[in-house]
């Protein structure tokens, strides 16, 4: 069975290949994509943690399964508080081929999907982006929006403001012009696309400081006790949505839904049904956009495929 580190695995998932691959994917029929799976593990030595398991697979294709481990409480130990494993099998055999390193398919199909959904919904002209957070999928976000839109210019804000200005020199090192702000509602007054990739609790992002034409990104918060926005961006947005099972597992959702500023019926589609053309995405420049993503078992397998038809040649 193949196996392929952290780089060998983003080596093969470049933008420019794996944000068409996203848009095959949610344009084709045929994959089966079951519910994700939580389950908690309790540890009387610790806080614990729980355990995510992601299956997708195409009939006579590949099987795919992330398994995805989050312990909080492991930045106390010195270690990472997310790790997951991507293993791939042929779907007509049960076969194992490949594992992949889970943590690259997911910050890497994350950013994608991100950028899939901006080619919809941001402005043909949005050059400037506002990046909320400094993890795996924070800093992955101007190279995969810059394949979609003309971004020429670049903030970064962090709860921790060393993480911001270590973030942008590195992105300096990369010819990204590129500022850390500690205003953040001024630099989401400035931004042309808003694009939040926290695992905040509490919302960050305010509606009143959204501009006329902004797109809110919202891709960090997954689970119903995480939110990046307040209610009041559910309110002056159009609402998008990776998979509908964001009504049910984003905080962001929920709480809006709980504080009376949006309902399921205002849900103006998924990523797919932009992707196949069935709900139109921008309509006007002054109009606020919101894609909310909560993470689809089918993103990670089509970047499983990339890796596979690299490395396996099917």
């Not at 780089?7 to 944000?19: K, P, Y």
């Not at 081929?97 to 002209?125: P, V, Y």
């Not at 709900?279 to 970047?303: C, H, M, P, Q, S």
Request: contains cysteine; proline residues 4%; charged residues 20%.
């Amino acid at each position: 069975m193949l196996q392929l580190d952290a780089t060998a695995t983003a080596a093969r998932l470049s933008f420019e290949a794996l944000i068409p691959a996203l848009r095959r994917a949610f344009a084709e029929e045929g994959c089966e994509v079951p519910l994700r799976h939580t389950h908690r593990i309790a540890d009387p030595a610790g806080a614990g943690g729980s355990v995510l398991l992601m299956p997708a697979w195409k009939p006579g294709g590949l099987f795919g399964l992330k398994t995805v481990m989050i312990f909080p409480g492991n930045g106390a130990r010195g270690l990472p508080g997310l790790h997951s494993l991507y293993t791939l099998f042929d779907a007509s055999t049960g076969v194992p081929l490949a594992q992949l390193d889970g943590n690259t398919i997911t910050s890497r199909r994350t950013a994608a999907a991100a950028a899939l959904a901006a080619s919809f919904l941001a402005r043909e002209d949005a050059a400037r982006l506002l990046v909320l957070g400094c993890g795996r999928v924070a800093r992955l976000l101007p190279e995969a929006m810059r394949c979609v839109r003309p971004i020429t210019r670049v903030q970064v804000w962090n709860h921790r403001p060393e993480g911001a200005l270590a973030l942008a020199r590195e992105w300096r090192e990369q010819g990204i012009d590129v500022q850390a702000v500690t205003d953040l509602d001024a630099a989401v007054h400035e931004a042309d696309i808003v694009s939040c990739a926290t695992l905040a609790s509490a919302p960050l992002v305010r509606g009143a400081q959204l501009r006329e034409g902004t797109h809110l990104d919202l891709i960090g918060s997954f689970t119903p006790q995480m939110r990046e926005c307040d209610a009041a961006c559910f309110a002056r947005s159009r609402v998008f949505v990776d998979t509908e099972e964001a009504l049910a597992k984003s905080g962001d959702v929920l709480g809006a839904i709980a504080e009376g500023t949006f309902e399921a019926a205002r849900l103006q589609g998924t990523l797919a049904q932009l992707v196949r053309g069935e709900r139109a995405g921008r309509r006007e420049a002054g109009e606020i956009t919101l894609f909310k993503a909560v993470g689809n078992a089918l993103e990670d397998l089509a970047a499983a495929e990339l890796v596979a038809a690299a490395m396996l040649g099917r």
